[in-house]
Nanobody, 131 residues
Framework: QLQLVESGGGLVQPGGSLRLSCAAS????????IGWFRQAPGKGREAVSC????????NYTDSVKGRFTISRDNAKNTVYLQMNRLKPDDTAVYYC????????????????????????WGQGTQVTVSS
């Protein structure tokens, strides 16, 4: 059974950094494109970033470009989201998602939008940016 578990969330001051992890179990991430999403209180889910299965291509929503970096270590079956210069507007529950369909991979690579129709989802980790 495919399982994704996010970790690394917490409370951080504005301008601070966090690194989120998305660990997979029950399957190998090697052939999966991974997306990070977030949902703030009272708002809809927002696509944040995605990374191709080989890590060669990444895509970001405009509000996080230059501040967030997605990466993956397939040997550890884990994908990361390094978040720097955090702002209060980044406060949300962050989710990772996985999909191995070619169409989702192509959409992530080609952009400009990040695909949202992922098959498997984690439970989320809370990120709170506040002084």
């Amino acid at each position: 059974q495919l399982q994704l578990v996010e970790s690394g969330g917490g409370l951080v001051q504005p301008g601070g950094s966090l690194r989120l992890s998305c660990a997979a179990s029950g399957f190998s991430l090697d052939y999966y494109v991974i997306g990070w999403f977030r949902q703030a209180p009272g708002k809809g889910r927002e696509a944040v970033s995605c990374i191709s299965s080989d890590g060669g291509y990444t895509n970001y929503t405009d509000s996080v470009k230059g501040r967030f970096t997605i990466s993956r270590d397939n040997a550890k079956n884990t994908v990361y989201l390094q978040m720097n210069r955090l702002k209060p507007d980044d406060t949300a529950v962050y989710y990772c998602a996985a999909d191995n369909r070619a169409l989702v991979q192509v959409m992530c690579i080609m952009g400009p939008s990040i695909p949202t129709d992922f098959d498997s989802w984690g439970q989320g980790t809370q990120v709170t940016v506040s002084s």
